[in-house]
């Protein structure tokens, strides 16, 4: 979620990033010692995989303190006897037990390398229970910059939570805070509260205490794996209401939590979930945490794609506080944290990257579902609107893809960028094979953790045709590639691509005056067009898709096309294609690459 915020909610501050660490040492060379223990595989993290967290957290509005505990399950995948647990800075660990032995350990910064008296062998399966406090780090602008929360509703009442992606879930509590290493049976948060306030957390209520002191503890629970920084407590006068959804899977127990004074705008606004996951589970597959159920949960910040607690805090209004981010009006016609931060179930939650460097898998995936749900409410042309509308937020400042092992992210293109080059592979998939490119990504990769190359490698399998230059270009270069043509007479075009990567060879959609739209496949070395056939012999052209993906024996992307493109309410701005040269020839506007005529 974060850096579409940097990026596009006031211009006057998003060019300087917002206190993580990770973000101002954006570039290679400034990392430190401290970047490599927070965002590598550490030989004190390589050799166990966690199975579960239980933790405890009593926070102290007054104090802004909060005190705790962590149950860390975990099993060896390899002997050892040292391992690194992280709690950031100003937070403290109190203690750390092992069986029924107190370890010595040793703080370095954020990272605390954990000592057992003895080795524990492969398979093993030990538990280490965590007890901290302190004054976590305050989230001042959340959710820009992560931390604590400790605010007021609008009738003065306490409201707390967390925003911590980026920055970790060890600003908080003691975990192993890397993304590769998901808790694999889940994680249960007891959030203990005065009584007069709610904690709502992820997953299902398991149970609620009675009163005691003053206090009470919410203690809540998910059974499927999770990120660290997608668990979250937020503490409030919350109310809630029940719906079920008839899903691809059966019932899916959708919960909504609000502040009380919110309870009927809420109930109007939070209807689009009903619209939104039935678009998402049509393009993408089941909602991936049926065990866990839905829930939207606001929150005192913009939004966060919390795993089944959705945070949301746009204001119970549509657009992107109360702005398009496209241009094109569509933008307007529906409510982006809904359908941003639920669309990260699927790319984000079910599928997480391993490491910080590839969150375009993220990103870019959840930046596409606007699009996808803007097609499906209001047509192909409607999304096409969309997702060409935000290629103005496109910086091409660096690379979409970070720096590996220091917790880097790279260009927030990971969010237009990325979803303007996942339209382009739609173009060539067509709508029923990228819809069978989304389901087999989110069956093949259910509940994981994956590299860059992992997903660029299944994109390029599924459609049976090699897509690493167009990923390398998008992902890995900040150059936009230029098909350059020229008329080498009334009747024969040229082309061929430039400032591109060596090899790069995207087909693209064209069309030429008085025939139907065709597919060309040019390459750096030019090839030529005659003007006066279509797909005749030698021709580099097609009339249909230029990859037969996987499941589809059509190859023709015609799904799906029959809601006319109908004018936005208002504001309607129409996007602009790749622009034409001389009449005779076009591109489709689909393509986000530059156009340029020769002589
Ligand atoms: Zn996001």
Same mark, same amino acid.
């Given at each position: 979620?974060?850096?579409?915020?940097?990026?596009?909610?006031?211009?006057?501050?998003?060019?300087?990033?917002?206190?993580?660490?990770?973000?101002?040492?954006?570039?290679?060379?400034?990392?430190?010692?401290?970047?490599?223990?927070?965002?590598?595989?550490?030989?004190?993290?390589?050799?166990?995989?966690?199975?579960?967290?239980?933790?405890?957290? *009593?926070?102290?509005?007054?104090?802004?303190?909060?005190?705790?505990?962590?149950?860390?399950?975990?099993?060896?995948?390899?002997?050892?006897?040292?391992?690194?647990?992280?709690?950031?800075?100003?937070?403290?660990?109190?203690?750390?037990?092992?069986?029924?032995?107190?370890?010595?350990?040793?703080?370095?910064?954020?990272?605390? &390398?954990?000592?057992?008296?003895?080795?524990?062998?492969?398979?093993?399966?030990?538990?280490? *229970?965590?007890?901290?406090?302190?004054?976590?780090?305050? @989230?001042?602008?959340?959710?820009?910059?992560?931390?604590?929360?400790?605010?007021?509703?609008?009738?003065?009442? +306490?409201?707390?939570?967390?925003?911590?992606?980026?920055?970790?879930?060890?600003?908080?509590?003691?975990?192993?805070? &890397?993304?590769?290493?998901?808790?694999?049976?889940?994680?249960?948060?007891?959030?203990?509260?005065?009584?007069?306030?709610?904690?709502?957390?992820?997953?299902?209520?398991?149970?609620?205490?009675?009163?005691?002191?003053?206090?009470?503890?919410?203690?809540?629970?998910?059974?499927?794996?999770?990120?660290?920084?997608?668990?979250?407590?937020?503490?409030?006068?919350?109310?809630?209401?029940?719906?079920?959804?008839?899903?691809?899977?059966?019932?899916?127990?959708?919960?909504?939590?609000?502040?009380?004074?919110?309870?009927?705008?809420?109930?109007?606004?939070? !209807?689009?979930?009903?619209?939104?996951?039935?678009?998402?589970?049509?393009?993408?597959?089941?909602?991936?945490?049926?065990?866990?159920?839905?829930?939207?949960?606001? @929150?005192?910040?913009?939004?966060?794609?919390?795993?089944?607690?959705?945070?949301?805090?746009?204001?119970?209004?549509?657009?992107?506080?109360?702005?398009?981010?496209?241009?094109?009006?569509?933008?307007? !016609?529906?409510?982006?944290?809904?359908?941003?931060?639920?669309?990260?179930?699927?790319?984000?939650?079910?599928?997480?990257?391993?490491?910080?460097?590839?969150?375009?898998?993220?990103?870019?995936?959840?930046?596409?579902?606007?699009?996808?749900?803007?097609?499906?409410?209001?047509?192909?042309?409607?999304?096409?609107?969309?997702?060409?509308?935000?290629?103005?937020?496109?910086?091409?400042?660096?690379?979409?893809?970070?720096?590996?092992?220091?917790?880097?992210?790279?260009?927030?293109?990971?969010?237009? !960028?990325?979803?303007?080059?996942?339209?382009?592979?739609?173009?060539?998939?067509?709508?029923?094979?990228?819809?069978?490119?989304?389901?087999?990504?989110?069956?093949?990769?259910? &509940?994981?953790?994956?590299?860059?190359?992992?997903?660029?490698?299944?994109?390029?399998?599924?459609?049976?045709?090699?897509?690493?230059?167009?990923?390398?270009?998008?992902?890995?270069?900040?150059?936009?590639?230029?098909?350059?043509?020229?008329?080498?007479?009334?009747?024969?075009?040229?082309?061929?691509?430039?400032?591109?990567?060596?090899?790069?060879?995207?087909?693209?959609?064209?069309?030429?005056?008085?025939?139907?739209?065709?597919?060309?496949?040019?390459?750096?070395?030019?090839?030529?067009?005659?003007?006066?056939?279509?797909?005749?012999?030698?021709?580099?052209?097609?009339?249909?898709? +230029?990859?037969?993906?996987?499941?589809?024996?059509?190859?023709?992307?015609?799904?799906?096309?029959?809601?006319?493109?109908?004018?936005?309410?208002?504001?309607?701005?129409? @996007?602009?294609?790749?622009?034409?040269?001389?009449?005779?020839?076009?591109?489709?506007?689909?393509?986000?690459?530059?156009?340029?005529?020769?002589?």
């Amino acid at each position: 979620m974060r850096r579409v915020i940097l990026l596009v909610i006031g211009i006057s501050f998003f060019i300087v990033p917002l206190c993580s660490a990770q973000l101002a040492a954006g570039e290679k060379g400034k990392f430190t010692h401290a970047d490599t223990l927070r965002g590598s595989i550490t030989p004190e993290r390589a050799w166990w995989n966690v199975i579960h967290y239980d933790i405890h957290v *009593t926070p102290d509005y007054a104090s802004k303190s909060i005190r705790g505990m962590t149950v860390i399950r975990w099993q060896a995948l390899a002997s050892g006897k040292t391992l690194q647990i992280d709690l950031q800075q100003p937070m403290r660990i109190l203690s750390i037990r092992w069986r029924k032995s107190t370890l010595k350990y040793k703080r370095e910064g954020n990272a605390f &390398h954990v000592y057992l008296p003895k080795t524990v062998k492969k398979g093993s399966i030990e538990t280490l *229970t965590v007890n901290f406090e302190g004054t976590p780090r305050e @989230a001042i602008r959340p959710p820009w910059d992560g931390g604590w929360i400790w605010t007021r509703d609008s009738l003065g009442r +306490p409201w707390m939570s967390v925003a911590c992606q980026g920055l970790g879930a060890s600003v908080w509590y003691p975990c192993k805070d &890397h993304q590769s290493d998901e808790p694999d049976s889940g994680a249960t948060l007891s959030i203990t509260v005065p009584d007069t306030l709610v904690a709502v957390g992820n997953g299902r209520l398991l149970e609620k205490s009675a009163p005691a002191g003053g206090m009470t503890t919410y203690t809540w629970k998910v059974v499927d794996p999770i990120n660290n920084y997608d668990i979250i407590p937020y503490i409030g006068k919350y109310v809630s209401w029940h719906e079920d959804y008839p899903g691809e899977k059966g019932k899916l127990d959708c919960n909504f939590w609000v502040l009380d004074y919110a309870l009927d705008k809420a109930k109007e606004q939070f !209807k689009q979930a009903d619209s939104m996951l039935h678009c998402f589970e049509s393009w993408m597959g089941p909602y991936p945490f049926y065990e866990d159920g839905y829930k939207l949960v606001q @929150a005192p910040h913009l939004g966060m794609e919390h795993q089944s607690a959705v945070a949301y805090g746009n204001h119970f209004a549509n657009g992107y506080l109360g702005r398009d981010l496209s241009g094109s009006g569509w933008g307007l !016609k529906w409510d982006f944290i809904i359908v941003h931060e639920s669309g990260h179930e699927w790319f984000g939650n079910s599928i997480t990257s391993n490491d910080l460097a590839d969150m375009w898998i993220h990103e870019s995936f959840t930046n596409y579902s606007e699009t996808l749900y803007t097609t499906c409410q209001d047509g192909v042309e409607a999304g096409n609107d969309y997702v060409i509308g935000t290629r103005k937020n496109i910086r091409n400042d660096k690379p979409v893809i970070g720096a590996y092992g220091v917790n880097d992210e790279g260009s927030g293109d990971m969010y237009y !960028k990325g979803g303007n080059m996942l339209h382009m592979i739609r173009q060539m998939l067509g709508d029923e094979g990228y819809k069978g490119l989304l389901h087999g990504l989110g069956t093949t990769f259910y &509940h994981k953790t994956v590299t860059t190359q992992q997903i660029e490698a299944y994109i390029s399998q599924f459609a049976k045709k090699d897509l690493s230059k167009v990923f390398d270009q998008y992902l890995r270069t900040t150059k936009i590639p230029v098909l350059e043509y020229k008329m080498n007479s009334a009747t024969l075009l040229s082309y061929h691509w430039t400032n591109c990567v060596k090899g790069f060879d995207m087909p693209i959609r064209i069309t030429v005056t008085g025939q139907k739209e065709q597919w060309i496949t040019p390459t750096e070395d030019w090839k030529t067009l005659s003007l006066g056939t279509q797909g005749g012999a030698g021709a580099d052209t097609a009339k249909e898709n +230029p990859v037969a993906p996987m499941g589809n024996t059509a190859g023709t992307g015609t799904a799906d096309t029959s809601k006319p493109g109908m004018s936005p309410a208002a504001g309607a701005v129409q @996007a602009g294609g790749n622009g034409s040269g001389d009449g005779n020839f076009s591109v489709d506007r689909n393509f986000y690459i530059t156009v340029k005529k020769l002589g």
